[in-house]
């Protein structure tokens, strides 16, 4: 069955980087559009980024130009690169099979505090 595991998650400052990772297993990683989505505490599930299997990326406006969505398949990973972190990406962050966060695993919690 699909597995997936996030990890990478922490408590950090304003202005500072995190690199999340997901752990894919159960299906075939690089045959999959792999997305990032967040829930922030009180607030519904919000799509932040995609992956095509060509490689091809979008992204949420707020994020862009910060975050960079990335893939590896050789170890069915997938990562969020994002820096300059603001007070708002506070959030339990899932990686997914579609929008809706169709099986995502138990999160990660990024925490941006001073």
């Known amino acids: 069955q699909v597995q997936l595991v996030e990890s990478g998650g922490g408590l950090v400052q304003p202005g500072n980087s995190l690199r999340l990772s997901c752990v894919a297993s159960?299906?075939?990683?690089?045959?999959?559009?792999m997305y990032w989505v967040r829930q922030a505490p009180g607030k519904r599930l919000e799509w932040v980024s995609t992956i095509g299997i060509t490689g091809i990326t979008y992204y949420i406006d707020s994020v862009k130009g910060r975050f960079t969505i990335t893939r590896d398949n050789a170890k069915n990973t997938l990562y969020l690169q994002m820096n300059d972190l603001k007070f708002e990406d506070t959030a339990l962050y899932y990686c997914?099979?579609?929008?809706?966060?169709?099986?995502r695993g138990q999160g990660t919690q990024v925490t941006v505090s001073s």
């Open positions: 159960g299906f075939t990683f690089s045959n999959a559009q």
């Open positions: 997914a099979l579609d929008r809706s966060g169709t099986g």
